[in-house]
């Protein structure tokens, strides 16, 4: 029996976590869920306290908390609150694997109490690589954690890497979409309304991660968190737009062959795999038809028109306190854009100030990160109505 703690459990990730739970237990695969929390989504946090009967659950948000504190009949689920809740319950010592499938710097303090711990972590949220790589590649080597990513271009990296070794890695290859604007030129890109940023062609995401693959900024994470996974040069890390999201990465190797991994878009498929890592097990989930593919394409990234992926290649190149200022000003201008107070264009715009501003500093001290996290915040938030 593995016993799971899934943080984010109402959001896009953590109910298809949910979803690989039932169908592990269907397939002979004991999972227990010992853990769950949300933000604010009581109702479907209690649907799921009722079919899972989870030891404890936390909600973040004050007024959630104490609306389910009411509603909640069952005595035998603790129910915590807020951060210094979900903290508490990640350090603790009855569950095997943590899935953390929190969106942006909320991220981070968890994942780091729960490698702490001596757990290991399925991770969705890339951000706590982006800004704290190298602090929790640390954490890694001293606890004896693992880090299985949930990302499907990394879970991709991960199983195309098996049984090689090292030093016969000639550069990973991570695919984009495109997300939504791949055909649009950039002189329309400040027409562009929420609901079309929102509009994925391939994947049904939250809101955030929606728009970070509209602007590409997911695929710039995605390089710094490949990283820092896997130990390799950024320079060894290419970007190639693949619009059927069919192909979800690959590898090159030193000989010139190249492996891929392959299948439908459908995030069940890597949360399984890093669940069940290094088994697979049987599912339900569609597959992929091959003699139905028209066609499979592949593209460089026009760095002109997505600035935040150009932005994220100029970080990784920087290194040091930049990855920070990157993360927190995408997530404020992000937040600002989806509130209709900037255009499409002032995130990257927005970003872009915010990093010239910074000092760039060294090292892997977790009192600096927050303190940069909060000072890219603050700037952008007293520098949005430049855009407008």
């Known amino acids: 029996m593995k016993h799971l703690a899934i943080l984010g459990s109402t959001g896009s990730i953590g109910r298809n976590a949910l979803e690989v739970v039932r169908n592990l237990n269907k397939n002979d695969y004991p999972v ?10 009581t109702k479907l946090l209690l649907e799921q306290i009722n079919e899972f009967s989870p030891k404890a659950v936390v ?5 959630s908390f104490e609306e389910l504190k009411k509603e909640l009949s069952r005595p035998e689920c603790e129910l915590l ?25 909320t991220g981070l303090i968890p994942t780091i109490e729960a490698l702490r711990a001596g757990k290991d972590i399925a991770l969705a949220n890339k951000e706590s690589l982006v800004v704290a790589g190298e602090l929790i590649n640390n954490i890694l080597h001293s606890s004896g954690s693992h880090l299985f990513p949930i990302d499907s271009e990394h879970s991709a990296i991960l199983q195309c890497l098996r049984g090689e070794t090292a030093k016969s890695i000639s550069k990973l290859i991570l695919t984009a979409s495109g997300g ?10 400040g027409d562009i309304t929420i609901e079309e940023a929102l509009n994925h062609p391939n994947w049904k995401m939250g809101k955030k991660i929606t728009i970070d693959s509209a602007t590409l900024m997911n695929k710039g994470f995605e390089i710094i968190e490949g990283k820092w996974l896997f130990n390799i040069d950024v320079e060894k890390i290419e970007v190639l737009i693949h619009p059927q999201s069919i192909v ?20 069940k498929l890597p949360i399984q795999y890093a669940v069940t890592y290094p088994d697979r097990i049987a599912s339900d989930f569609p597959k992929l038809d091959l003699s139905k593919l028209k066609s499979l394409t592949f ?16 970080v990784i190149r920087l290194g040091g306190s930049y990855p920070v200022v990157l993360n927190a000003s995408n997530e404020v201008a992000v937040d600002l854009f989806l509130k209709k107070k900037i255009k499409f264009p002032g995130i990257p715009y927005l970003i872009r100030k915010a990093l010239e501003k910074h000092d760039n500093s060294a090292g892997a001290d977790l009192n600096k990160i927050i303190e940069i996290d909060k000072w890219s915040r603050d700037f952008v938030r007293n520098n949005a109505g430049q855009t407008c």
């Open 32 to 41: 227990k869920v010992q853990y769950l929390s949300a933000y604010s989504n």
């Open 59 to 63: 909600v973040f948000n004050k007024s």
């Open 81 to 105: 609150h807020g951060n210094d809740g979900l903290i508490e319950l990640v350090r603790r010592g009855d569950y095997d694997l943590m899935v953390n499938a929190l969106v942006g710097f």
């Open 180 to 189: 939504p604007f791949l055909n649009h030129d950039k002189e329309f890109f």
């Open 248 to 267: 979800h990465s690959m590898v090159e190797f030193s000989d010139g062959s190249v492996k891929a991994q392959l299948g439908m878009p459908d995030m």
């Open 299 to 314: 593209f460089a990234p026009d760095l002109d028109k997505f600035e935040c992926l150009k932005l994220a290649y100029e």
